[in-house]
């Protein structure tokens, strides 16, 4: 039976040389925007069970996290793994606490660093990440989905052609934590390589960034606009919620008719309105349905994903898809006649949304 894993309090922790030891901070990505500890690794509590693998036993481990209610847990699990491991009371709070005491003081003690770097992981050779034909955001969300399943100092080599990318990567980098180490643009192909962090950055302190679109619109190209930035936003790993409103509602809707019991008028809405994505309209140059499939046409010869894909990407990173109930009320709307994964909110839902929110769109 492994030896019982050792507590250390604040002072013992802050007194210790960190570079002797592998240090594992369980907060989640949130929590460390405002500060840590650096040559820290970010194994966040939520994803601990599918990341036990990764932490090594090459020194003695010392976990923490924000005050001390996970980290004894997670020692008692490593000690019967192996492990020579330690844990935090009090977590980093304690420690912040602690060290901010001995700096008032005069003391010389190092204060907490913000922005955490993490103990990079040797890779021997990065990985090809193709984007090449790829239209935002595919780009985009293919590098952000195969590096969120990746350890900490997982190098990639991304190649993409469309010349947005070059600015997109960049800022995703910047808002993401993420390393740019390199990037070229070279016979109209865009080549990047990036090392996976664990950290957020600093300026992003105290911020939210979740975004909230409300679509009040029932038209295809107002429609695929809102969802190439709401998939865009959830790459960068923001929460989104998209609220829809009246003519958005059609947007939810399920192609073939659903049986419900209806009123008379409820029937005449229903008729005039279009049913599902497939049905709706341009807002310019709409042609009796001939404009909608003309762009159609346009966006599967180029590559862009069409909107019942966009809408199923959204869905599938997260994205709340919320329908206004007192809209559905008015239009004669019932719940059995949307599609899957889609909430019922009001007003509150929606301000609850916008208040978290650095960033509220309609369209």
Request: hydrophobic content about 40%; charged content about 25%; aromatic content about 8%.
């Amino acid at each position: 039976m492994a030896e019982e894993f050792k507590t250390l309090t604040a002072e013992q922790f802050a007194s210790l040389d960190r570079s002797q030891y592998t240090l594992v901070d369980l907060r989640e990505p949130a929590e460390l925007i405002v500060s840590g500890i650096e040559g820290a690794i970010n194994i966040p509590f939520s994803q601990f069970a599918t990341k036990l693998d990764t932490i090594p036993k090459t020194k003695p481990v010392i976990v923490y996290c924000r005050v001390g209610e996970f980290s004894e847990e997670v020692a008692d699990i490593l000690s019967d793994r192996g492990y020579d491991v330690s844990h935090v009371a009090g977590g980093y709070k304690a420690y912040r606490e602690y060290t901010e005491g001995k700096q008032s003081s005069g003391s010389g003690e190092e204060s907490p660093k913000p922005a955490p770097l993490p103990l990079e992981a040797a890779v021997s050779a990065p990985v090809l990440i193709d984007a090449k034909g790829l239209k935002c955001p595919g780009p985009i969300v293919k590098v952000s989905d195969f590096l969120s399943n990746q350890p900490v100092g997982t190098r990639i080599h991304v190649e993409a052609t469309e010349d947005a990318f070059y600015s997109d990567i960049q800022i995703w980098c910047e808002r993401t934590g993420n390393r740019l180490d390199t990037i070229s643009f070279t016979d109209g192909v865009i080549k990047a390589d990036i090392t996976r962090r664990n950290a957020v950055p600093a300026a992003a302190a105290s911020e939210r960034h979740d975004k909230t679109f409300v679509v009040f619109s029932g038209d295809l190209d107002k429609t695929i606009a809102a969802f190439i930035m709401v998939n865009g936003a959830a790459a960068m790993g923001r929460r989104v919620t998209v609220f829809f409103t009246f003519w958005g509602l059609n947007i939810l809707r399920r192609a073939k008719k659903v049986r419900v019991k209806k009123t008379f008028i409820e029937k005449m809405f229903g008729r005039m309105m279009p049913r599902g994505t497939k049905k709706l309209g341009l807002s310019r140059m709409n042609m009796g349905g001939k404009g909608a499939r003309m762009i159609r046409r346009i966006m599967k010869k180029k590559g862009v994903s069409s909107l019942e894909e966009l809408m199923q990407s959204a869905i599938d990173h997260g994205v709340r898809l919320v329908a206004c109930q007192m809209s559905m009320d008015i239009m004669g709307i019932h719940k059995e006649e949307l599609i899957d994964g889609v909430e019922l909110g009001g007003v509150s839902t929606f301000l609850g949304s916008g208040e978290q929110s650095d960033m509220s769109l309609f369209i």
